[in-house]
């Protein structure tokens, strides 16, 4: 929630009699007369470093008309609309801002929220790792009467993930889908992150992929990993899970990459990749770790990817081709983008238009509403199209009055965010071109539309 909304404390008893006008305490709000959502009060939103481009340099502009969209849900008043600010410093930390480890706490300040109230947090988080049911019911019970079915997991985009590499000085590689870049298949980049394949000849044993340079082939590569909890390391884990389902040695036990995907175990990985973190949280930061590691190798969300130069490609630092789908006699390979991804800085859009998403469950795709869990969601690695993808999500609540510290007006702007986000005239409308892809049509739209507007 915006800092200033501790003044304007909501009371969870009032709300079912009173007038939402009665429930915001003097100040500048209320000066506000309008019952429009284009004045509501200014808002905050933490998490996710893969929505970071999304957030930062399209919806929030977007949602107060700039550029105007013809989507009824944007502001267009200047000087009225309420703003909205994101800080992108990961899933995890903003999923633990909201209480899904069982309190309310920053990642990076231990403790900061636990005595302060809801207000001191965010009015959305984002995240690419959904909470599970038992971080669903942990946020809940952060309510002052602890409420099922309030938590609302939203799908904003689809995203894809680039494996981005640096080789070691004075080493080449070309394959025959990738001219001067390597193409992985599943099984070599599975293994490269469960400590199987450790060299960088040793990625000559498919793929066509040909390594040059004295003492290339022997050269170790060096696995580059989100240092902090992350939703971009979810949607990774859980696609090397759909290749490799069995049991990895990690310093916590056995466990798999399913489970190594959520939780406490995000920043855990096997122990015979010998990982090297990123030194620092978010995306960016393991993209310049990348850059700086010479026979590094890491996996970014594409935008950032883009962004911090891995396109277009040269002679050491690039991203490479992936496998699509079942290998065989015709194995094909795709970039995360679509467009002339390798020869081109400009932004194009996230190669996930054909991509299947599947429940690992078993259940059936996708989850009922918005208010069930989606934490299982995955792509399935049996389709001829670029599998590296991932929904990512913003979490609200219908009931931000069971919140200490929130008010009428900060739900009004975060229920018409939101909504504008999801409206596609408006955020959806504005992903293209820009290195992410509007949400599936059909299910997946419907049911991130019909969240957003049970807010409040």
Known sequence: MHPSSARRILMACAVAALAVAALVAPGVASAKTSTSHCLGDNIIGQGSSLQKGAQQTLWDKGFNGTPVTSSKFACKTPGEEPTVTYTSDGSGAGMKSWGAEGSLESEYEPGKFATTGFADNNAFVGTDEPPSATQITNIEKQESTPTTKTLLTVPVAQESLAVVVHLPAGCSATSPAAAGRLSLTDKELQGIYAGTVTTWGALEAEGGNVITGTGCGADPIHVIVRQDSSGTTHIFKQFLGQINPSSLT??????????????????????????????????????????????????????EGRAKG???????????????????????YSDPSTGAEDTTATAQDANCNKVTYVDQKGTPFPPPAATAPWDSVTTSVTQKAYALCGLTYDLAFTKYSLLTGTSAKETETVKAFLQFVTDKKGGQSQLAGHDYLALPKGAVTSEAVAGAASIG
Do not use: R
């Not at 973190?277 to 995306?283: D, E, I, L, V, Y």
């Open 310 to 332: 891995f396109a277009p490609a040269t002679s050491t630092t690039f991203w490479a081709k992936l496998q699509n789908g079942v290998k065989g006699k015709n194995t094909t």
């Open 250 to 303: 990690t310093s916590e036990g056995s466990e798999t990459w399913q489970q190594l995907s959520e939780g406490s175990l995000n920043t855990v990985w096997p122990t015979a990749a010998n990982v090297t973190p990123a030194g620092g949280n978010g995306g960016s930061a393991l993209a310049t770790k990348v850059l700086a590691t010479e026979g590094g190798i890491g996996y970014i969300n594409l935008f």
